[in-house]
């Protein structure tokens, strides 16, 4: 068994709570290791649909270790309510622990967040709304409260408090003077009223996943956001403000990289993205709305519609180089299903200079500047959502995943063909097969 991480490898949403879900059943402890509750991950059991945005999509097993890593920020109100929704129907939520060093959201953050947007206008990023990237702002600033701050003497936490007052009225005062001014009295309550509510929760987590591995247990690391929506790797500003990639995994759960066997890629068989911010491959046509239609594409977390397109090769290329992709989980490759043409985004062509790009460029006005270099693939009669095996997939199925595979050089492990725990082909097990099994693509799919 292995140390794995799943990581979003496009714009977010691209099923990782599934694959999560599914994996976990091998795995002994689940950890979310960044953002905070602008992730929605969906878990689908029959009639039954989880939405999840702080615990782990491992919540549904009796006697997984859950662990809400150091990397993310939370909103208690939204832990809280997540954790009654689990009781309420009938899972224990006892192995649920939350790391004493991830950052809270508080209430101001949220305002900040949607004051900034507001201020931008059509500038905006299209956050979710949820007080994200002020809580990270705080965190890299040091004007952050973290989970275990709560748990202070009464007066050192009052203290801090008063500092976080003061520097953040300043900024109110000159930058949004309609929101409301703190103070440190009412966060006081704030934090007495969350140090109850979450006393049987919060834990030293990186002793509790440390102490697992120690035991030789097996850690399924669930990423939340995705790589284009790195705030190092993505495309910036139009970002998230954590690290969605790979390294984050590390730097959001206390463990080395040397611990982690594998990491594995989830992606769409096609592109979406919510919120603003280049798209290549975005269809703005009949085919893009039959995309988000067929593939129900509204946002886990804000319900918005989510922009679709065609696979983008160079963005899932640059996504197995900078998170160190094994394999790739390929989803939804049922909503394709009576489609008669797929397309795959092989590469741009500068509109300006005639310059064909391969490599993800960093510049935003050189991406609002490419239009997509497209191969043609012909699409299948029938549906996949049936086949458990490569092998019972269309022959132009098969065809349209090699040929992802050899674009992008690496190899599909798994392609989830619904949003069922069963729904889904395993072409390679990452959580037991051995780390050279993952080598050429045709020798997995012969
Ligand atoms: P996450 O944020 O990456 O966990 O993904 P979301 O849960 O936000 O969005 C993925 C959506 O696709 C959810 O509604 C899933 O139930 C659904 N889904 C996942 N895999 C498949 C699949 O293979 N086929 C179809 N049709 N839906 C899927
Ligand atoms: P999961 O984990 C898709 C997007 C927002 C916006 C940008 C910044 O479900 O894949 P933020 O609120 O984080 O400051 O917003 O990032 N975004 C997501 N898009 N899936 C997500 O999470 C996202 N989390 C943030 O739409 O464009
Ligand atoms: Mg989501």
Same mark, same amino acid.
């Given at each position: 068994m292995a140390n794995v991480v799943i990581v979003g490898a496009q714009w977010g949403d691209e099923g990782k709570a599934k694959i999560t879900d599914l994996l976990a059943a091998q795995a002994d402890v689940v950890i979310r290791c960044q953002g905070g509750c602008n992730a929605g991950h969906t878990v689908t059991h029959g009639e039954e649909v989880f939405k999840f945005h702080l615990v782990p999509s491992g919540m549904l097993y009796e006697n997984k270790l859950c662990i809400i890593g150091n990397g993310t920020v939370i909103n208690p109100q939204v832990l809280l309510k997540e954790i009654q929704e689990l009781q309420s129907k009938g899972f224990s939520t006892a192995n649920l622990k939350l790391s004493d060093r991830a950052h809270l959201t508080l209430p101001f953050h949220t305002s900040l967040d949607q004051a900034q947007e507001s201020a931008m206008a059509e500038k905006k990023i299209g956050t979710t709304g949820r007080g994200i990237g002020p809580t990270y702002m705080d965190k890299v600033g040091r004007y952050g409260l973290r989970v275990? !701050?709560?748990? %202070?003497e009464d007066a050192v936490l009052k203290e801090r408090l008063a500092q976080i007052v003061s520097h953040k009225n300043e900024l109110l005062e000159k930058c949004y003077p309609t929101l409301p001014r703190l103070t440190v009295e009412e966060l006081f309550d704030w934090c007495l009223q969350y140090r109850e509510q979450l006393a049987t929760v919060v834990a030293d987590t990186i002793a509790l996943a440390h102490d697992a591995l120690a035991e030789g247990k097996k850690i399924l690391f669930e990423g939340a956001q995705g790589t284009l929506l790195d705030v190092d790797y993505g495309t910036y500003p139009f970002v998230t403000s954590s690290n969605a990639t790979a390294g984050g995994a590390c730097t959001g759960s206390g463990i080395g990289p040397t611990r982690i066997d594998r990491v594995i890629g989830v992606m769409k068989a096609y592109t979406t993205r919510v919120g603003e911010g280049p798209f290549p491959t975005e269809l703005k046509d009949a085919t893009g709305a039959h995309l988000g239609e067929v593939g129900q594409e509204f946002g886990t977390t804000t319900g918005r519609a989510r922009r679709c397109g065609w696979f983008d090769a160079v963005i899932a290329k640059y996504s197995v180089q900078v998170n160190g992709l094994d394999g790739l989980a390929i989803t #939804? %490759? !049922?909503? +394709? !299903?009576?489609?008669?043409e797929l397309k795959i985004g092989v590469g741009y062509r500068n509109r300006q200079t005639g310059e064909t790009i391969t490599h993800f460029p960093a510049q935003l006005n050189v991406l609002n500047a490419v239009d997509p270099i497209y191969e043609s693939w012909p699409g299948w009669k029938g549906?996949? #959502? &049936?086949?458990?095996? +490569?092998? &019972? %997939?269309p022959a132009e199925a098969q065809a349209y995943l090699n040929r992802i595979a050899q674009l992008i050089g690496c190899p599909v492990a798994i392609v989830s063909v619904g949003p069922e725990r069963n729904q889904t082909i395993i072409v390679e097990n990452p959580m037991t097969a051995s780390k050279r099994l993952f080598g050429a693509t045709e020798k997995i799919h012969a």
């Open positions: 275990g !701050d709560l748990y %202070l #939804k %490759l !049922d909503v +394709f !299903d009576g489609m008669s549906s996949v #959502k &049936e086949a458990r095996t +490569f092998q &019972e %997939l």
